[in-house]
C-alpha cells in the first residue's frame, strides 16, 4: 500500500504563487508515475502534471493550460512531488489532488483515472481576483 498526502494549498490573490506536496509513504518502490489533478467546482477533474522516473530518464508532462507557468518537481530522498505553481488565475481555484500510478506514464497524455491505484484526500487551492 501506498499513502499520499498533499499539502500546501491556500489562498492566494491572482498572480500569486503556491507550491503543492505530495508526500509518498509505504511501498513507494511500486509507483511508477505520479500525477497531479484538479477538480474546479462543477468542472471534471483534469490532469495538471505528471512525473515519471525510468533509470536516469524523467520525463513530465503539462497540461496546456499550465505549461510555462507551473512545475513538477520530486525528491526521491523524500518521497515527495512538488507542484509549484506560479501566476495563478481565478480559474484555477480546484481541490488539487495527486495520484500515483504503478506504470509509467510516458507521451503526452495523462493515464486515464481508473489507471491510477493511490490517490490522497486533496488540498484546496482558492485564487482570488
Known amino acids: 500500500q501506498v499513502q499520499l498526502v498533499e499539502s500546501g494549498g491556500g489562498s492566494v490573490q491572482a498572480g500569486g504563487s503556491l507550491r503543492l506536496s505530495c508526500a509518498a509513504s509505504?511501498?513507494?518502490?511500486?509507483?511508477?508515475?505520479i500525477t497531479w489533478f484538479r477538480r474546479a467546482p462543477g468542472k471534471e477533474r483534469e490532469g495538471v502534471a505528471y512525473?515519471?522516473?525510468?533509470?536516469?530518464?524523467?520525463?513530465?508532462y503539462y497540461a496546456d493550460s499550465v505549461k510555462g507557468r507551473f512545475t513538477i518537481t520530486q525528491d526521491n530522498a523524500k518521497n515527495t512531488v512538488y507542484l509549484q505553481m506560479n501566476s495563478l488565475r481565478p480559474e484555477e481555484t480546484a481541490m488539487y489532488y495527486c495520484?500515483?500510478?504503478?506504470?509509467?506514464?510516458?507521451?503526452?497524455?495523462?493515464?486515464?483515472?481508473?489507471?491510477?491505484?493511490?490517490w490522497g484526500q486533496g488540498t484546496q487551492v482558492t485564487v482570488s481576483s
Open positions: 495520484a500515483a500510478a504503478t506504470i509509467y506514464c510516458r507521451g503526452g497524455y495523462f493515464l486515464a483515472m481508473d489507471e491510477f491505484n493511490y
Open positions: 509505504g511501498y513507494t518502490y511500486s509507483t511508477k508515475c
Open positions: 512525473i515519471s522516473s525510468r533509470g536516469r530518464t524523467t520525463y513530465t
